[in-house]
T-cell receptor, first 116, second 110 residues
Framework: EAGVAQSPRYKIIEKRQSVAFWCNPI?????LYWYQQILGQGPKLLIQ????????DSQLPKDRFSAERLKGVDSTLKIQPAKLEDSAVYLC??????????????FGSGTRLTVV | ELKVEQNPLFLSMQEGKNYTIYCNYS?????LYWYRQDPGKSLESLFV?????AVKQEGRLMASLDTKARLSTLHITAAVHDLSATYFC??????????FGQGTRLTINP
């Protein structure tokens, strides 16, 4: 089966600019996650969707970050305006409960964001 | 709030040696995962551990889980250079939320 697709792979922007990332999960996976991974750290959950509803966005900086999952499939994560500390890799992952008990969650290749 | 701690954070070892990475977590969970990440790459699932006493092995890697102690170990046997990577443990909290440890950067020298 196809994996989790993310685009773009790399993005360089100036601070105060806006940026958007796109994720297409594995077909049939109801749960979608966005994680932020700062260099040298473990991934941190930003937002979790179940179908097109938000399950957990407690660590999403809502003054500048927003995310949506239209029709319970693709998702976009937006940052506006970006700050230097937003430089990180943004990972999208998806899961289906019965699969996650056997195979874990599947991660995309990530988008590496550099804010200058 | 669930905390996941790994140690060591950095590990440099010689080929052929054995070593263990430890993962402690602070609250009860029914699932623990181990992932591998190569530089500039995404996360690759290695093991899923579901129950107390679970042990999984793949090649030179073996993972175990002690839910009573809230401890998982990843044991490396006779290390080879190809195993150099960063290893993460991650624990499920609540409705499938995955909480990661800080990662252990493993370097295996010839």
């Amino acid at each position: 089966e196809a994996g989790v697709a993310q685009s773009p792979r790399y993005k360089i922007i100036e601070k105060r600019q806006s940026v958007a990332f796109w994720c297409n999960p594995i077909s049939g996976h109801a749960t979608l996650y966005w994680y932020q991974q700062i260099l040298g750290q473990g991934p941190k959950l930003l937002i979790q969707f179940q179908n097109n509803g938000v399950v957990d966005d407690s660590q999403l900086p809502k003054d500048r970050f927003s995310a949506e999952r239209l029709k319970g499939v693709d998702s976009t994560l937006k940052i506006q305006p970006a700050k230097l500390e937003d430089s990180a890799v943004y990972l999208c992952a998806s899961s289906r409960l019965r699969d996650s008990r056997r195979h874990g969650y599947t991660f995309g290749s990530g988008t590496r964001l550099t804010v200058v | 709030e669930l905390k996941v701690e790994q140690n060591p954070l950095f590990l440099s070892m010689q080929e052929g040696k054995n070593y263990t990475i430890y993962c402690n977590y602070s609250t009860t969970s029914d699932r623990l995962y181990w992932y591998r990440q190569d530089p500039g790459k995404s996360l690759e699932s290695l093991f899923v551990l579901l129950s107390n006493g679970a042990v999984k092995q793949e090649g030179r890697l073996m993972a175990s889980l002690d839910t009573k102690a809230r401890l998982s170990t990843l044991h490396i046997t006779a290390a080879v250079h190809d195993l150099s990577a960063t290893y993460f443990c991650a624990v499920v909290q609540g409705a499938q939320k995955l909480v990661f440890g800080q990662g252990t950067r493993l370097t295996i020298n010839p």
